[in-house]
Antibody, heavy 120, light 111 residues
Framework: QVQLQESGPGLVKPSETLSLKCAVSGYSISSGHYWGWIRQPPGKGLEYIANLFHDGTAYFNPSIRSRVAVSVDTSKNQFSLQLRSVTAADTAVYYC?????????????WGQGTLVTVSS | QSVLTQPPSVSGAPGQRVTISCTGSSSNIGAGYGVHWYQQLPGTAPKVLIYGNINRPSGVPDRFSGSKSGTSVSLAITGLQAEDEAYYYCQSYDSSLSAWVFGGGTKLTVL
């Protein structure tokens, strides 16, 4: 079955760029589906960040769109997230997931998540 | 402030039935966008429980069910069990924001 695994630094300094990767196994990214990023600040709810297709088509949460970049590496079957100019408010568990592929779609399955702390 | 509104907490005794509401507006639930429910057990990633308002993925017990009425949807859990204690989130799409959105989450406590 499809499995996702996030990786990246657990600590990022304020004003720097947060970079995460999500490795996908059990499914070829280039075969289709959208792939997404979601985050959850400690003790808080879920927030959609962005989702992308293997051809580079991407959608973003308008609230953070100006600081987000996403990309796909089909050769490594993984996709990436970059969040620029981070502050303490960006401290969260970051999840990658499959989907959503349309306005009726959902996120499934999810990676286990990775905690990123923004601190000097 | 979440676009989709959920009660912060609900509780029930083992064996009882509880419902969790998710209220939206004409730009999301009322516009006909599907609502999906996730269960997040302590220290784990969310897992989809219900998709498309009423559908259960294989492996999800039929104790979990979804319903929709107007701009609100509900998740019902019958025969409450201790392992149901978790956070539950609803999710949909909002045409005004042009983004996928989540409810604020509801903590279910099994008494």
């Amino acid at each position: 079955q499809v499995q996702l695994q996030e990786s990246g630094p657990g600590l990022v300094k304020p004003s720097e760029t947060l970079s995460l990767k999500c490795a996908v196994s059990g499914y070829s990214i280039s075969s289709g589906h959208y792939w997404g990023w979601i985050r959850q600040p400690p003790g808080k709810g879920l927030e959609y960040i962005a989702n992308l297709f293997h051809d580079g088509t991407a959608y973003f949460n308008p609230s953070i769109r100006s600081r987000v970049a996403v990309s796909v590496d089909t050769s490594k079957n993984q996709f990436s997230l970059q969040l620029r100019s981070v502050t303490a408010a960006d401290t969260a568990v970051y999840y990658c997931a499959r989907g959503p592929g349309g306005d009726q779609d959902w996120f499934d399955p999810w990676g286990q998540g990775t905690l990123v702390t923004v601190s000097s | 402030q979440s676009v989709l509104t959920q009660p912060p907490s609900v509780s029930g005794a083992p064996g009882q039935r509880v419902t969790i509401s998710c209220t939206g507006s004409s730009s999301n639930i009322g516009a006909g966008y599907g609502v999906h429910w996730y269960q997040q057990l302590p220290g784990t990633a969310p897992k989809v429980l219900i998709y498309g308002n009423i559908n259960r993925p294989s492996g999800v017990p039929d104790r979990f069910s979804g319903s929709k009425s107007g701009t609100s949807v509900s998740l019902a859990i019958t025969g409450l069990q201790a392992e149901d204690e978790a956070y539950y989130y609803c999710q949909s799409y909002d045409s005004s924001l042009s983004a996928w959105v989540f409810g604020g989450g509801t903590k279910l406590t099994v008494l």
